[in-house]
């Protein structure tokens, strides 16, 4: 119950993302526009995180052997169902030429997620955490658009 406020923001902004991605067409992911809403959503899970930082502290830092141990896991596999819907939308579409598999998405929805934890495990400031995590934003975009082999881009097989 402690940290349910802010799963409720996770939720929120994953509801909100899923929405973009049906709202705007897949080849968009890389303009400014799609960076700034994925941005302003990952912004909104981390305000959440450090409303409640000492919580998501103990979370991330000591829930090895509580009833909190497999959260963060939970969350990766959430991400990772996102992840599986997404790249099937983008082979449904007919833009995409690789269908990463469920490990594969789920190390890179691991690492995305891990990304905004380390904000919070190391105390970064706001504003200096939405720097990091904009890179981080960029960076999946970009390997959103790669990946799958989108607009002639290589994918990898």
Known sequence: QLIQPAFDVI????TVAAEADEAYPATDM?????????????M???????EQAVAFKL??????GSPY???MEHIVDSYTD??????DHLI?????????GRMELHMLARAFIESICECVRHDIAPDTARAYLRSIVIF????WYGLPGIGGSPAVK
């Open 59 to 64: 979370l991330l830092c000591c829930a090895d």
């Open 82 to 87: 996102s992840y599986e819907a997404y790249a």
């Open 92 to 100: 449904e579409l007919g833009i995409a030429t690789y269908r990463p």
């Open 140 to 143: 999946e975009h970009h390997g």
């Open 44 to 50: 909104q899970v981390l305000g959440a995180m450090h």
């Open 11 to 14: 939720a929120t902004a994953r």
């Open 30 to 42: 890389l303009s400014a526009a799609a960076i700034q809403r994925s941005l302003d959503g990952v």
């Open 69 to 71: 141990e497999d959260t």
